[in-house]
């Protein structure tokens, strides 16, 4: 048996593939026109590196042979493939020409364009939110099929049915691969940046199964984020608000989950586990998105968990501030899930019985009646004015309507903690 | 590429007086689009009142009453364009006055060759 011996050149190639090959992808969808086809011509290219630069070296824009590499095998196998479907001749010599002509489409802007353009492709809203996101994480993150299954716990098969349909979608729709134009940027920016904020939260708080959260999506929602905003042409508010929420988020993940995987609450958390670094990030990127009073509901997020972020113990929690943010967000989003938020910072700054008022009279208007943390917040609320039999009920409603293991666990343990 | 863009909407929502200004503004943008070298054809339908359906099930011609499917809100008209891009049509189907009122349905053409021109 031979060794597998790593040549120094392999190593180069495998961090040139890592750093490289979605940008070099952006390039070749526009260039050949299709998704499928760049895919194909994105391998070819790296087969042809690994077999070429042991012998004649790395060339100095490794990036921009990649491309070029990849669009002439793209038009070779076009030209086989010809012999049986004639349209692919005058297809083959028209990608030929403009190879010949156009000389600044592989300078570094027009690079930066191409990665943004499959951003807002992958999140075109005339494709399904399921199909955005499959898409979004295959294409622009380079995961797997296998990997976007595991993360999403469904079949392989499901999540590569998605991926071809939205592919056709594309293809048959004509679904332009293109950055939106400035009057439909707000609308479809909206879209990257939730179709970003989806991958985080399944990252954060999976919907389901025995785990509370999934750091690799985390990380990646945040990536993306991070990528987005290097690629906007101009500052946008929100995706700075929306990074900023997402880095304040994940600044506490250690704390919140104990050692045994139990939830552990906001004043319940060791504050020195918080993440100093993402803190600091997180809060200058609200102010600057503030500041341009621009900003959407993401931002309002962010300030807000910021505003708990800047609180070195629970009790300097500055409630009103709190409140006030959650005022000016449901003002924003009409949303019972915010109101219901506002609640709970109002029974922090006027007390409990200020709180269960409004909990209540939002129980009633009938939204909120299957969300466990209504349930959840109103036995909290009783439980603190000394109520316990109302306490009781309103955790067992709350556990029934919970499907995540350590959520369960959780209301169980505050049921046997009320006092009989 | 073509698109036809249907226009759903509920039939009996509308008043006269709507009707006759949603004929007007269509015709308007009926000639914007062809200034633009993006109308092929556009025409609004009779109510589904009016509608005859037929389909041939072993060999044998059915012909029926009303139309394909009871739905609360019915095909009224539609456009049949040309556009560079999805985008672009969307772009056309939000100027149709009746998505003010109803939906419009964007669909790509599919081109089939030997159709007369």
Known sequence: MTEDVTTPVQTQVDAIYRSESRRVFATLVRLLGDFDRAEEALHEAFALAVEQWPRDGIPANPRAWLVSAGRFRAIDAMRRRARFDASLTALAERLEASARTAANELDDDAIQDDRLRLIFTCCHPALSPEAQVALTLREVCGLTTEEIARTFLTA????????????????????????????DLPERLDTVLHVIYLVFNEGYSASSGE????????????????????????????????????LLQESRRTARVSSTGEIVLLEDQDRSLWNREQIAEGVALVSQALASRRFGPFTLQAAIAATHAEAATPEQTDWGQIAGLYGVLAQVVSSPVVELNRAVAIAMRDGPAAGLALVDSLLQQGELSEYYLAHAARAD???????????????????????????????????????? | ????????????????????????????????????????SANPLHPVATATSVRIREGRRMVTDGPFAETREQLGGYFLIEAQNLDEAIEVAAKIPGARKGTVEVRPVLEIPGLPQ
């Not at chain 1, 049915?161 to 979608?169: E, N, S």
């Not at chain 1, 999934?214 to 993306?224: C, K, Q």
């Not at chain 1, 709350?398 to 046997?416: G, H, K, Y």
């Open chain 1, 156 to 183: 392989p098969s499901t999540v590569a049915q998605r991926i071809v349909r939205a592919k056709t979608k594309i293809k048959n729709a004509g679904i332009p691969y293109e950055a939106p134009s400035r009057s």
């Open chain 1, 211 to 246: 785990w509370l959260t999934r750091p690799d999506l985390s990380g990646e929602a945040i990536r993306l984020g991070r990528l987005l905003i290097e690629l906007l042409p101009e500052p946008e508010p929100e995706a700075e608000g929306l990074l900023a929420l997402m």
């Open chain 1, 381 to 420: 609320l009783c439980r603190r004015l000394g109520k316990s039999a109302e306490a009781r009920a309103s955790y067992e409603r709350a556990l029934r309507l919970t499907r995540q293991e350590p959520e369960r666990r959780f209301l169980e343990r505050r049921l046997r903690d009320l006092p009989t």
């Open chain 2, 1 to 40: 590429m073509k698109y036809m863009l249907l226009i759903y909407t509920d039939e009996h929502a509308w008043t006269d007086a709507e009707r006759n200004q949603c004929y007007e503004d269509s015709t308007k943008l009926t000639h914007e689009l062809n200034a633009q070298g993006q109308y092929v």
